[in-house]
């Protein structure tokens, strides 16, 4: 069965109450009829019909009597969709909950840094030192290795309508932050604001090949020169390939310090994997044309 007839089926009251009476134990129809006294018999039959042919209840038969019990394998689909629902809310949430702390937490590191150097404690210096890596331990399971996150998603328009989402600052906010400044142009400005009181995203372009391909640095404001994700830090490079009408695009963010390389994979992954393509189908020269 389909996951839309289990969710008809689950849409009435009745119903789920009925999966209820038998979901630890077996009970005959004219048993779960007595349950609903202002219900006649032939209407409670209807409800297990319908709780049948959905696969969320058994039948067995016992002499005159029908046996219904709980079949909660039929419930499959819908754990696993709504797994993934949930899941994906996670994954939002966790974004949204780091970038909204983002600012404070950075702050709060520079505070004790500045104030561990300036106490000259040897033990605090000490710590500050990173221990060598265990003989025969990859450089890339070590926190501060440089790594590189890809995201890869067609979308169903052009290359030219895709390069607008990137180059044009309203249609950007469309999916990333809610404030853009673009300079689409070798050396210009690429900043983005992701939200009241979050973080920037500052960059430059670095090259501009329109409707196939940009680079652009990447880094946040607040971070001082020389940390690893001070603006421009890092490097962005986004490719679009022209595929039956629609569009290939693939993001490639290097020199990621594996501390960070998990957020910002996840946040790609929303933006590009998730928000692009809805963004684009929304917009309403997009969704005239198509």
Same mark, same amino acid.
């Given at each position: ?102 600012? &404070?937490?950075? @702050?709060? =590191?520079?505070? !004790?840094?500045? #104030?561990?150097? *300036?106490?000259?404690?040897? $033990? ?12 025969? &331990?990859?450089? @890339?399971? =070590?926190?501060? !290795?440089?790594? #590189?996150?890809? *995201?890869?998603?067609?979308? $169903? ?134």
């Amino acid at each position: 069965m389909s996951i839309d007839d289990v969710a008809r089926a689950l849409a009435d009251g009745t119903r789920r109450s009925i999966l209820r009476l038998v979901r630890d134990e077996e009970r005959s129809s004219g048993d779960l009829a007595g349950q609903f006294r202002t219900m006649g018999r032939p209407a409670v039959s209807q409800h297990l019909r319908v709780l049948h042919e959905a696969g969320l209840v058994t039948i067995r038969a016992e002499g005159n009597r029908r046996m219904y019990r709980a079949r909660t394998e039929g419930l499959t689909d819908m754990w696993r969709y709504l797994d993934e629902m949930w899941t994906d809310r996670l994954a939002r949430l966790k974004i949204a909950a780091e970038q909204t702390e983002w600012p &404070q937490r950075r @702050r709060a =590191q520079l505070r !004790a840094s500045k #104030t561990s150097k *300036q106490s000259g404690d040897p $033990a605090e210096s000490n710590r500050r030192k990173p221990k060598p890596p265990d003989e025969g &331990q990859a450089v @890339r399971d =070590q926190p501060t !290795a440089l790594r #590189t996150i890809e *995201q890869r998603v067609r979308i $169903a328009a052009t290359p030219e309508t895709v390069w607008m989402f990137w180059t044009d600052p309203a249609r950007l906010c469309e999916g990333w932050g809610i404030r853009a400044e673009v300079e689409p142009r070798p050396g210009g400005t690429f900043r983005v604001i992701m939200g009241d009181d979050g973080p920037v995203m500052s960059g430059a372009f670095v090259a501009v090949e329109p409707f196939t391909r940009l680079v652009f640095s990447f880094g946040w404001e607040g971070n001082p020169m020389g940390d690893a994700l001070a603006p421009g830090s890092t490097e962005v490079e986004v490719t679009l390939t022209a595929v039956d009408g629609d569009t290939d695009v693939c993001l490639v963010h290097r020199e990621l310090p594996g501390t960070h390389a998990d957020m910002h994979a996840s946040g790609w992954s929303l933006f590009v994997g998730e928000r692009l393509g809805p963004a684009i189908a929304s917009w309403p020269s997009v969704a005239a044309s198509s």
